[in-house]
């Protein structure tokens, strides 16, 4: 079993749509959690990151953590077509030198 | 601010051979680390180097290696390559911390290609 799971989708939404994307984990030493974007042919970038239960929000992006139920999600509200691109969500503990442990990631395309 | 590069983007070479992936961090960050990204096992971290030390290792075999310079800029090396090399390696860079307040960013990679 995968320390991290993520649903792959593919997720197809028309513009305008809520997404949700999740991760669920196993590794109770993960303490802090991120999202990441990656667009075909380019390397991941940080989309936000957390390290405590509840929600957190950023414009159009929120997410929320649940410590308890180890799982994580990110919602994108007002989805646009810019937003499709391949969601990863990322983990580490906290005195882990460097080694994110990623899920599968989540095939995104938001059509007009 | 330049962001981190990577050399070569692209990369052909056959089974047995061996090959030397480079990676510059961003000017001031002291950590690089490393992934392989495949469409089966998505990114797996290989391994981190601060200040040209070894500080943590993922699962993979000893052909596998890397170093890091006195300049923070860091290569990776894989012998002996396989066919299941084949992948995406990514380097990221970050200032050095433990936990994720040290935010990783990452190079556009280098696609590795074994024949």
């Known amino acids: 079993q995968k320390e991290v799971e993520q649903d792959p989708g593919p997720l197809s939404v028309p513009e305008g749509a809520i997404v949700s994307l999740n991760c669920t984990y196993s590794?109770?030493?993960?303490?802090?959690f991120m999202w990441y974007r990656q667009y075909s042919r380019k390397g991941p970038e940080l989309l936000m990151y957390?390290?405590?239960?509840g929600n957190k929000e950023d414009g159009r992006f929120t997410a929320q953590v649940d410590k308890s139920s180890k799982y994580i999600s990110l919602f994108i509200r007002d989805s646009q077509p810019s937003d499709s691109a391949t969601y990863l969500c990322?983990?580490?503990?906290?005195?882990?030198?460097?080694?994110?442990?990623f899920g599968q990631g989540t095939i995104l395309t938001v059509h007009p | 601010k330049a962001g981190v590069t990577q050399t070569p983007r692209y990369l052909i070479k056959t089974r047995g051979q061996q090959v030397t992936l480079s990676c510059s961090p961003i000017?001031?960050?002291?950590?690089v680390s490393w992934y392989q990204q495949t469409p089966g096992q998505g990114l797996q971290f290989l391994f981190e180097?601060?200040?040209?030390?070894?500080?943590n290792k993922g699962n993979f075999p000893g052909r596998f290696s890397g170093r890091q310079f006195s300049n923070s800029r860091s290569e990776m090396n894989v012998s002996t390559l396989e066919l299941g090399d084949s992948a995406l390696y990514l380097c990221?860079?970050?200032?050095?911390?433990?936990?994720?307040?040290?935010?990783?960013?990452f190079g556009p990679g280098t696609r590795l290609t074994v024949l």
């Open positions: 000017s001031g960050h002291r950590s």
């Open positions: 990322a983990m580490i503990g906290g005195t882990s030198y460097g080694k994110l442990t």
């Open positions: 957390t390290y405590s239960s």
């Open positions: 590794n109770s030493a993960f303490q802090y």
């Open positions: 990221a860079s970050s200032v050095g911390l433990a936990g994720a307040v040290d935010t990783q960013y």
């Open positions: 180097y601060f200040s040209e030390t070894q500080r």
